[in-house]
């Protein structure tokens, strides 16, 4: 299973397509409409219920989870061509439109 080292901890996610069948060319950022630490990104993915996960979660705590090794294809855009092409970020940000990415958060992107 590959993460970057830039990983504190991971917390592996059940809900991915398993390998990739594409190359990576993309840096995929999706903001989690809440302002949360990188604990509770890896908790939200871990449940098979939640049909959703992303490579890496980005806390407002400046941590970073690994939820989905990088050769797996994550469910982050509900795009099977985007995944399969992309690392997929989930980064902590306001709960209210524009969804601004938390500060410390946006740093470690």
């Given at each position: 299973?590959?993460f970057?080292?830039?990983?504190?901890?991971?917390n592996?996610?059940?809900?991915n397509?398993?390998?990739r069948?594409?190359?990576?060319?993309?840096?995929?950022?999706?903001c989690?409409?809440?302002s949360i630490?990188?604990?509770?990104?890896?908790?939200?993915?871990?449940?098979?219920?939640r049909?959703?996960?992303?490579?890496?979660?980005?806390g407002n705590?400046?941590?970073?989870?690994?939820?989905?090794?990088?050769?797996?294809?994550?469910?982050c855009?509900?795009?099977?061509?985007?995944?399969?092409r992309?690392?997929?970020?989930?980064?902590?940000?306001?709960?209210?439109?524009?969804?601004?990415?938390?500060?410390v958060a946006f740093?470690?992107?």
């Open positions: 299973m590959t970057s080292n830039l990983t504190d901890f991971t592996i996610s059940p809900n397509s398993g390998q069948t594409q190359p990576i060319i993309y840096n995929i950022p999706h989690t409409a809440v630490p990188a604990k509770r990104i890896g908790e939200i993915f871990e449940k098979p219920s049909n959703a996960s992303c490579q890496y979660g980005l705590d400046g941590l970073i989870v690994g939820v989905c090794p990088e050769e797996w294809r994550s469910w855009t509900s795009s099977n061509w985007v995944d399969q992309g690392i997929t970020f989930e980064i902590s940000s306001s709960n209210k439109a524009p969804y601004e990415l938390d500060k740093e470690n992107w």
